[in-house]
């Protein structure tokens, strides 16, 4: 039986991103192996940690527990390299499939070994390049100048939104270049989901004339929750309600924003949940005011619940938004420009509705057998991926 790879840093990449990945290389055949890190630096709790390994493993795929850190610069990270560079030792894989900047740089490096005497095929999925436009010139600095060195270590380079595709084709210059719509999501899973609304309500202290603003996703200061806070502040809806699902380090600082701001009452951190879709079907708009993105897979969800968007205008976010058809897109640091979008869908119920029936058709072209089919063909068929016009899409550096 040959063997293959599933490498990246935590635990909860895994999951959240690769179960697509783990189902085409289960039904070709493979022997599946997972490699992360399950102890620190996921967006999921302990136990929810353990209940990937316990699925995992039901599912008769191997799991490695390797230190990744987000930072190279440490010893532990020289660590996870070493114990990288043994397990692609110590087994013959037919493919190794990396994920995150930092976990494929390492896994390219140690896998040249097995590229050039075993024929082991590397595959690089870029869930988002850290150069992108608009984005700060040390990125282009540290960033770029990487994956245009390690492109010839890469046999396989996956994009999924069109700005990195367009950019990949013509500036890295790897073996293969594809891309896909993301990594998939369950839609008739979201679609047939059905919840008490009104309990989930009452348990985060909403009233019914409440209007619920949602968020899903790490607290952190990529995610620019704050700016929510600040449009919020700005807001003419006095009932405006901010939830968000998710753990991280900016925990305090919103808090602390939100006492400012004088929104202490309106601020609800429900921390780590397993009830996302309940919270996404209760919700009334849905917030992603993201610095940086790849294509993310909280929008997809909140789309295939029926909700209005108000995004950041960043790649990704307008890969799948449509502007007034599924949403408002906003400049990333501009919370006026958030606040009016804001009060525009909080005041017209219809609006919102139009919006959010909009999205649960744009994105049946991201369901899972979408892009289970497009990953199936660009893994083992024959027909590749129709590419762009390298000279069409200009950037910004």
Known sequence: MKKALIITNTASMVYLFNSVNIDILQNAGYEVHIACNFCSGNTASENAIEEYKKRW???????????????????????????????I?????????????????FVRIAAQK?????????????????????????????????????????????????EDYARALKHIHAKQIAKTNGVGIDIASIEAYTCDKQKIRQEIGLKPEDIMLLSVGELNNNKNHIKVLQAISKCKCAHLHYVICGIGYAKDKLINAAKELGLENRLHLLGFRKDVL?????????VLPSIREGLPVALMEAMAAGLPVVASKIRGNTDLIREFNG?????????????RAIDMLASSRSLREEMGAYNKQAIKAYDKSVVYTQLSEILFGTQEMPLYDKEVIQFEI
């Open 57 to 87: 493993n039901e599912k008769g795929i191997i799991s490695h527990h390797i230190g990744f850190l987000r930072s190279p610069f440490s010893f532990k990270s020289f660590e996870a390299y070493r114990a990288t560079k043994k397990l």
């Open 89 to 105: 030792r110590d087994n013959d894989f037919h493919l190794i499939h990396c994920h995150t900047p930092i976990v494929s740089v």
């Open 114 to 162: 097995a590229r050039k005497k075993k024929g082991t095929k590397v595959i690089y999925t870029a869930h988002g390049f850290h150069f992108y436009n608009g984005c700060p010139t040390k990125n282009w600095v540290l960033y770029f100048p990487v994956e245009k060195f390690f492109a010839d270590r890469t046999d396989l380079l996956i994009t999924i939104n069109e």
């Open 278 to 286: 309940a919270v996404l079907k209760t919700s009334d708009i849905f």
């Open 327 to 339: 949403g408002i897109l906003c400049d990333r640091f501009d919370a006026a420009c958030y606040g």
